[in-house]
């Protein structure tokens, strides 16, 4: 018999292709757009600004900002089938069941679907950005009894999520949080759902099916639901004097703290930081809601740094301080995950024309460990 393959379980440490649109320096704990140092890009951009350097490669100039954002805004609309699908599911069924569900039946409203040139695929990304925002803002609208609201071509991506969602004009504070959020989880790299994006896409599936794909990884808990899981690990806390004793015991029971720990960072996430930064600055004139969340949260960081953070690598990633900013832009939890798909919708996008560039079937190997030549029983002698 020859020689054991090495088997790196979850692809843990595998390079699977090579890339210009995300790096995640996970020892210095740095994240880069195109380049670009995530600090920089929430600081001084913008959702579409962010999603047109992930697909293009370069930051725009003025015009071409502006012709993006008219596209992007000429698309928000949903077909009614949608919108029914929605409404009659919401409430009923996981919001990202029927996120999942919608984006994939957009297929069906574009006749290019299965053009695979960069151009067509660029445009079937912009419609996959604007209208799953929409989708996300709409189911978050049904689940709380409300009906469809038109998209306003007056109000840029995040506004306009806002107002879909809640059915009126947002306010700046409103705002800010969500736009911070939509860019700050635009991308990461090779991660499970760009990862199963990219191997649904490089059967030559089509983009939205590619796509459809990425959605379904980032639904567990391990990853995009990870944001939830925190914020009702936090609610289940209740007081902050309980916070101790209640990760304490988690611990103990050998249970995973949600929004800590990552399989490339092994320093403090750059975006949970920004996040953090965001929610001091929140401190100033808090609601009760949320200066209970974020007591629970800085001393919830505390412990597991003082626990994990050196010795073991564990640091808070980006999902453990969202919660409580989510919180102060009235986003209910159940939305949380929904949102990061709407947002990450960008990267998945830009990784798969990427990756269409020079594509190769992903087809991994795996031990095979079981028997083989056995003798076929019939069903009556068995
Ligand atoms: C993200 C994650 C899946 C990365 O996992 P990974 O690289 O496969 O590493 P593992 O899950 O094998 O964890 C390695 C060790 O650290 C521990 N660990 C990792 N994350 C932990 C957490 N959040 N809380 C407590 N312990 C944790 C594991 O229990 C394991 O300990 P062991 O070696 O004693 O068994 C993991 O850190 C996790 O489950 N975190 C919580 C979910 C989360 O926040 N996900 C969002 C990521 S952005």
């Known amino acids: 018999m020859g020689e054991l393959p090495e088997i790196h379980k979850g692809l843990d440490g595998v390079y699977v292709s090579e890339s210009t649109i995300c790096k995640v320096d996970g020892t210095a704990g740095r994240l880069y757009y195109r380049g670009y140092p995530i600090d920089d890009i929430a600081k001084n951009s ?3 600004e962010a999603a047109y350097l992930l697909l293009n490669g370069k930051l725009p100039n003025g015009a071409e900002l502006e012709d993006f954002s008219s596209k992007l805004k000429a698309e928000r609309e949903l077909p009614d089938k949608i919108i029914n699908i929605i409404t009659e599911s919401a409430g009923k069924s ?3 069941d029927i996120l999942r569900t919608a984006v994939s039946y957009l297929s069906i409203y574009d006749n290019d679907t299965k053009t695979q040139t960069k151009e067509a695929n660029l445009k079937k990304a912009i419609k996959l950005i604007a209208k799953t ?3 996300v803002a709409t189911i978050g609208a049904a689940m709380e009894g409300r009906s469809y609201t038109k998209p306003d071509s007056s109000l840029g991506h995040s506004e306009n999520f806002i107002y879909m969602l809640k059915g009126k004009k947002p306010t700046p504070d409103e705002v800010k949080p969500v736009e911070m959020m939509f860019i700050l989880q635009a991308e990461h790299s ?3 759902s760009t990862f199963a994006t990219l191997v649904a896409g490089s059967t030559l599936a089509d983009l939205y099916s590619a796509v459809t794909a990425g959605i379904s990884a980032l639904k567990g808990p391990l990853h995009g639901g990870a944001d939830e899981e925190a914020l009702r690990m936090m609610e289940a806390i209740g007081d902050p004097s309980n916070t101790e004793a209640y990760i304490n015991d988690a611990l103990a029971g050998k249970k995973k703290i949600m929004g800590f720990g990552h399989r490339v960072y092994k320093a403090y996430d750059p975006r949970a930081k ?3 930064g965001y929610l001091l600055t929140l401190q100033q004139n808090p609601s009760a809601e949320v200066k209970r969340l974020t007591e629970i949260a800085l001393r919830g960081e505390k412990l597991m740094i003082d626990k994990l953070g050196q010795t073991h690598g564990i640091w808070p990633n980006v999902d453990f301080f969202a919660g409580p900013v989510y919180v102060s832009a009235g ?8 949102l990061f798909a709407a947002s990450r919708m960008a990267g998945w996008c830009a990784h798969m024309i990427e990756y269409w560039e020079d594509n190769k079937l992903i087809r991994p190997l795996e031990l095979y460990k079981g028997e083989i030549d056995k003798k076929y029983v019939p069903i009556n002698d068995r």
């Open 274 to 276: 920004i996040i953090k």
């Open 94 to 96: 996981d919001p990202m």
């Open 190 to 192: 090779t991660n499970a």
């Open 46 to 48: 913008n959702y579409e």
């Open 331 to 338: 986003i209910k939890v159940d939305l949380f995950t929904p």
């Open 133 to 135: 925002s929409s989708i």
